[in-house]
Structure formats: structure tokens, C-alpha cells
């Protein structure tokens, strides 16, 4: 006579939560923040948690494209200065028609992601190296388009987008969320999600399985262009202009979100879900080192630390798995 097994709920919950590299993140989060209102207690208020939330926010919009590509093995070098040039369009451009602004800003992000893609996929260069020389000629076209100097301003509707409230909670953040959640959806979701996975973990095995590489590969590339241009002109708005080289602070802390959100820079592995929490780790971090008069320099170098420590940790679970 078989003995009965009795299920244990509790136990799988557990588990669950043990192996969720997300709940892990988000853990990390609260716990960081506990940490920082120890040692600067005016950061327990209402108003702190909405300004970093805030300011993650231009971060966490910039990392969606980051995260996407990161997913397929790759990385985006390019998106700093995609960001860069969405903002100086955007306030030479403050007086002009707006659908025509956001018909520029698109058709130009979605030319930059086509010839990042169309160079990964096709004449097989390497994303690193394709991002950087698209990096270098952007550069190029802001400095040409802006005569080395940004002018004018953000437009009202964009200024009140970035900076107003509605029922006492900022207007960005429930952008943040509706676009977070669309992402989130999408990855889980959808076949491109499944595809852009199958993708990650093996392109050989995902094109027998019938998954168009190129194609995913190359909309990859296009989406995160956009999106940095979103997160350009979102930035725009929040600062109400915009100047050369705004963009160049996030490269570091766009990589540093996705991993630190347990995402696997060797692809096939993660979500934004974490990507937001890395970003709000970095931007309680990044206030707290602050704080503490640490420079740019300095957080540089951390999150340097950050990620070579990811990749560490991802190399090792990699050989012990």
C-alpha cells in the first residue's frame, strides 16, 4: 500500500522565490534603500522615492533597447548619442509642427536601428564594433547638425509630460509603467518574445526551428534606437533643453541596469522586469555616492565593478551548470 505524499505550498513559493533572479533584484532594491535612509535619513520620504523613481525612469526607457539587444548576445553602443541627437532635434524643432518633430524623430531612429541591424546581419560585424562606428558618425551628425551648439527648448506639451503630476503621481512614471508593462508582455507573451529568446540561447538551433534571425535580429536593432530616442526626448522634456553630450553618462549605467536586473549578457536569459530594478538600484546608488562626493569618475568605475562582477558570477554558474 502506497504511502500518500501531502503537498507542500509553502515549500514551492519557496523555491520559487529563491530562484527568481527578478524577486532577487527587487529584494536588492528595498534593501538598498533601507541601507541609504540609515545613513541619510531625510531619504525616508515620499518626495526622494518620486525623484529617483523619476530620474530612473530616462534610464529604465534607454535600457529597453539595451535589454532587447543584450537578449540576442549582443550590445548597443549606439544609443547615447541616438538619445543625444533625438534631444537636439527636438528643441531646433520646438516651433515646428509636432507630428512632423515625431515623424522625424522616428524615421531617423528607425534608419539608425536598420543600418545597425543590416550590419550585424548581413556583413557579420560584430555588434560591439557596428554600435561604435554608428556611435562615431553620430556624433559626427550632431556636432554638423547643431554647429557644436544645442539651441532652444522643449515644447510645452513635452515639458508638461516629463514634469506634471496627475492625482499627486508624476506623469513619467505612469508612462514608465504603461511601457514597461507593454514590454514585459511582449517578451513573455508573443511569439517575438519567443522568438527573441530562442534566439539568445542559440541562433542555429532557433533558424531550424523556423525563427527568421535576420528579421528579429535587425527589429531588435530598430527597436532599441527608438527607444532611446523616446528616452532623448523624455530627458528633454524633464531638463526643458537639451546641450551636447547629454547622453554620454547613461552608457555605462544602461549596461550595468540590464545585468544587474539578471538579465545574461551572453543572451537568452532575463526581462525588463529586472531591468527596471537595476535602474532604480543604480539611481539610489548613484544618489547615496553622491551623497557621499564621490565623481562621475568614481561611479564610473563602479559600475564597471558592477558588471565585471555579473559577468563573473554568470561565467561561474555557466561552468557549475
Known amino acids: ?149 544645442a539651441n532652444g527648448a522643449a515644447p510645452d506639451w513635452l515639458r508638461f509630460l516629463s514634469t506634471e503630476s496627475v492625482f499627486g503621481v508624476r506623469l513619467i512614471l505612469i508612462l514608465w509603467v504603461v511601457i514597461a508593462a507593454g514590454i514585459t508582455f511582449a517578451l513573455t507573451k508573443t511569439n517575438f518574445g519567443r522568438k527573441l529568446y530562442a534566439l539568445g540561447n542559440s541562433r542555429s538551433v532557433a533558424y531550424y526551428s523556423g525563427v527568421n534571425n535576420s528579421a528579429v535580429l535587425i527589429l531588435v536593432y530598430i527597436l532599441s534606437a527608438v527607444f532611446a530616442s523616446l528616452g532623448g526626448l523624455l530627458f528633454t522634456g524633464y531638463l526643458g533643453y537639451a546641450y551636447i553630450g547629454m547622453g554620454t553618462p547613461y552608457l555605462m549605467p544602461s549596461i550595468a541596469a540590464v545585468v544587474i536586473g539578471g538579465t545574461s549578457i551572453l543572451g537568452g536569459k532575463g526581462n525588463y522586469a529586472g531591468t527596471v530594478a537595476g535602474a532604480i538600484i543604480l539611481y539610489i546608488l548613484n544618489g547615496l555616492l553622491v551623497n557621499l562626493d564621490m565623481q562621475e569618475g568614481g561611479r564610473n568605475i563602479i559600475y564597471g565593478v558592477i558588471i565585471l562582477a555579473v559577468l563573473f558570477l554568470y561565467g561561474r554558474a555557466k561552468k557549475e551548470g
Do not use: H
Open 1 to 149: 500500500m502506497k504511502e500518500k505524499t501531502t503537498a507542500q505550498p509553502s515549500a514551492g513559493w519557496k523555491e520559487k522565490l529563491r530562484g527568481s533572479a527578478v524577486a532577487k533584484v527587487y529584494l536588492t532594491t528595498v534593501l538598498l534603500y533601507v541601507v541609504t535612509c540609515i545613513l541619510q535619513p531625510n531619504y525616508f520620504s515620499g518626495k526622494y522615492i518620486s525623484d529617483t523613481l523619476v530620474t530612473a525612469s530616462f534610464l529604465g526607457v534607454l535600457a529597453i533597447g539595451q535589454t532587447l539587444v543584450i537578449l540576442t548576445g549582443g550590445i548597443d553602443l549606439s544609443i547615447i548619442v541616438t538619445f543625444n541627437l533625438a534631444a537636439v532635434i527636438t528643441t531646433s524643432m520646438q516651433n515646428d509642427n509636432q507630428l512632423l518633430l515625431i515623424a522625424v524623430l522616428l524615421g531617423v531612429s528607425i534608419l539608425i536601428g536598420l543600418i545597425n541591424g543590416l550590419g550585424v546581419v548581413f556583413l557579420d560585424v560584430p555588434p560591439i564594433v557596428m554600435t561604435l562606428a554608428m556611435q562615431s558618425i553620430l556624433w559626427s551628425v550632431v556636432y554638423l547638425y547643431t554647429n557644436g551648439l
